[in-house]
C-alpha cells in the first residue's frame, strides 16, 4: 500500500483492488500463525505437561522469531533502512514489510516465551534441550553480532537486517526438524498439536499469495528478491507442515494419543512414554 511506510517515497499501488487484497492477505496470514501457537498452548495447559513436544523446537522456534522482529520492525519503521533499500532496488518499490508482519513478530516472541514457561511448569518426564539446539542458537546470535560489528562502520543497515532475515529462514528449516524426529522415533505425534501445524500451513499459504498479488501489481518479481526471507519462510512452513499432517494423519494416525482428541494420557503412561525418549 501507498502508505505502507513512511519512508516509501515514490512507491504506489497501481490498483486499489489489489492493495485492498494485499492487506487483506497479510492480515489473514497474521491471523492464522498467530492462532497457530494456541493449540499447542491449550493442550500443554489441558494436560499440564509438555511430554510429546520437542524443546528443541522451542528454543530454535524463540530464536527464529526474535531475528524476524528484528529484520521486519527495522525494515518498517527505519527511514535509514527504507532509503537503503529503495536506492539497492528503485524508488518505485514498496517496502516488502507489512504492517501485519510486525504485529505477527511482536506477537509470536510473546507466544514462545509463554511456550518455554510452560516447559519449565508442567511435566516434561526425561525431555530436555540438546546441546546441539543451544549451540545453533548461541551460534546464530554470535554470527549476528558479527554482523552488526562489520555493518556499524560504513552503516551498511540494510544489509545488517537482510542477515537477520537470512539467520531466521536457515533457523526456520532447522527448526522443524527435531519434532519430525521425535514424532518418528515415538511412532506418535500425541503432544503435538494437529491445529498448530494446520493454522501454521494456512499462514504459509497467505503470506505467499500476499507477496504474489504485491508482484503483480507492481509488474516485477523484485519483492521476492527484496524480501526473499519471506517467500523461502512460505515454502518452509508449507513443506514441514504438510509433512507433519502425513505423519498426524497417516503414518502415525492409530498411535496412542494421536489424533484430534486432547484427552491426556493417564501421567503413568505419559512416564512412560517420556522413558522411552531420546534426551
Same mark, same amino acid.
Given at each position: 500500500m501507498g502508505e505502507l511506510s513512511a519512508g516509501a517515497v515514490g512507491a504506489e499501488w497501481n490498483s486499489l483492488y489489489l492493495q485492498l487484497l494485499y492487506q487483506a492477505l497479510g492480515w489473514f496470514a497474521f491471523a492464522a500463525w498467530s492462532c497457530s501457537f494456541y493449540p499447542q498452548i491449550v493442550l500443554n495447559f489441558t494436560r499440564k505437561s509438555v511430554v510429546g513436544l520437542n524443546f528443541d523446537y522451542i528454543l530454535l522456534n524463540s530464536t527464529k522469531h526474535s531475528c524476524y522482529l528484528i529484520y521486519n520492525a527495522s525494515m518498517y519503521f527505519s527511514p535509514v533502512i527504507q532509503y537503503q533499500y529503495h536506492v539497492k532496488y528503485g524508488?518505485?518499490?514498496?517496502?516488502?514489510?507489512?504492517?501485519?508482519?510486525?504485529?505477527?513478530? @511482536?506477537?509470536?516472541? *510473546?507466544?514462545?516465551? *509463554? *511456550?518455554?514457561?510452560?516447559?519449565?511448569?508442567?511435566?516434561?518426564?526425561?525431555? /530436555?534441550?540438546?546441546?546441539?539446539?543451544?549451540?545453533?542458537?548461541? /551460534?546464530?546470535? @554470535?554470527?549476528?553480532?558479527?554482523?552488526? /560489528?562489520?555493518a556499524w562502520p560504513q552503516g551498511r543497515w540494510l544489509w545488517l537486517i537482510s542477515n537477520f532475515n537470512l539467520i531466521q529462514v536457515v533457523l526456520a528449516l532447522i527448526k522443524y526438524m527435531p519434532q519430525v524426529w521425535l514424532n518418528y522415533e515415538r511412532k506418535s505425534t500425541f503432544g503435538w498439536s494437529i491445529g498448530n501445524v494446520l493454522f501454521d500451513m494456512s499462514g504459509g499459504v497467505g503470506n505467499f499469495f500476499q507477496m504474489a498479488v504485491q508482484s503483480i501489481d507492481q509488474g516485477s518479481l523484485d519483492n521476492f528478491s527484496g524480501n526473499l526471507g519471506k517467500i523461502l519462510l512460505s515454502s518452509i512452513v508449507i513443506v514441514f507442515d504438510l509433512l507433519f499432517t502425513v505423519q498426524h494423519y497417516i503414518l502415525y494416525h492409530d498411535s496412542k494419543g494421536s489424533g484430534p482428541s486432547y484427552v491426556a494420557l493417564d501421567l503413568e503412561d505419559e512416564k512412560a512414554e517420556a522413558n522411552k525418549l531420546p534426551v
Open positions: 524508488f518505485s518499490e514498496l517496502i516488502p514489510v507489512a504492517p501485519s508482519d510486525v504485529a505477527f513478530s @511482536i506477537h509470536a516472541v *510473546l507466544m514462545t516465551w *509463554l *511456550l518455554a514457561y510452560q516447559i519449565i511448569i508442567y511435566e516434561r518426564g526425561s525431555q /530436555g534441550v540438546s546441546k546441539a539446539a543451544i549451540a545453533i542458537s548461541g /551460534g546464530a546470535w @554470535i554470527v549476528a553480532a558479527i554482523c552488526l /560489528g562489520l
